[in-house]
């Protein structure tokens, strides 16, 4: 599997990223800067996370913007399968390419912290290792991760099995209490309506390698290796 990672001024998570794809595929990612114009021939685009221009302007505004999103967003409608994690997730829906948007965390504090997913649905590139069902344990690392999206499109959202994960405790229960954010149905990642799309608060590439204590993230990079084989 061929990937392309996005690289922004304020990005910090390109090099997990890039180590965590070269532990499952056993080929290094190409590293794209943002004002690169074109993408190499690839089969995974991935938007990391991090800070992109330090979030001064609403997160992801300005880096969706950038000049390699044309190409990025061309890839994606065109069916290249794309990752966006935490300030990528924030990027991507400022594109459009997911439905809904990223608030403010609901206590206002930055969350750095272990928590717990329910796999929603296995039926897409990015989750088809798992049961749907499953609880996975991965970390958080973020200020506006509250997702939101009106009553209507979550209904709708769900309808089309386009929730990914829903934050939940180790028994897989989705509650308040199991909610880091505030996030609407404690919803932790989405995906566009043909699921070739995956947008996610946490990081399942710090879940792959060493130091991790648990290695689920592994699966979702382990499913995509699998469905293009």
């Known amino acids: 599997m061929k990937a392309a990672i ?3 001024p304020g990005t910090n998570r390109e090099q997990d ?3 965590a794809l070269q532990a499952v ?34 997160c992801g505004a300005m ?6 999103m044309r190409d990025v967003i061309a890839r994606a409608k065109s069916g290249t399968r794309l990752l966006a994690v935490c300030n990528g997730f924030q990027m991507l829906v400022e594109t459009g ?9 609901a206590s206002l504090h930055f969350i750095c912290k272990q928590v717990h997913l329910r796999v929603e649905s296995n039926a897409s590139p990015f989750t088809s290792s798992f049961k749907a069902g499953d609880v996975i344990h991965v970390p958080v690392a973020h200020g506006e991760g ?3 999206a009106d009553a209507d499109t979550i ?25 880091p954010n505030g996030s609407q149905s404690n919803i932790a990642g989405v995906f566009n309506d043909t699921k070739t799309i995956l947008g996610m608060m946490p990081h399942p590439e710090d879940s ?15 499913s995509l290796v699998g469905s293009l084989s």
Request: charge should be neutral; proline fraction near 6%.
């Open 6 to 8: 996005i690289v922004f």
């Open 146 to 148: 509250n997702y939101f």
């Open 208 to 222: 792959v390698t060493m130091p991790a204590k648990k290695y689920d993230g592994r699966k979702i990079f382990e």
């Open 17 to 19: 990223m890039g180590l």
């Open 97 to 105: 390419l997911v439905p809904g948007a990223l608030l403010r965390n």
């Open 155 to 179: 209904k709708r959202m769900e309808d089309k099995d386009q929730i990914a994960f829903r934050y939940c405790n180790e028994n897989g229960v989705v509650d308040e209490s199991a909610n």
């Open 25 to 58: 595929t056993g080929h290094a990612p190409h590293m794209m800067w943002h004002k690169d114009s074109t993408l190499p021939n690839c089969d995974l685009i991935v938007l990391p996370g991090g800070f992109s221009y330090g979030d001064y302007l609403r």
């Open 63 to 68: 880096a969706a913007h950038s000049p390699i």
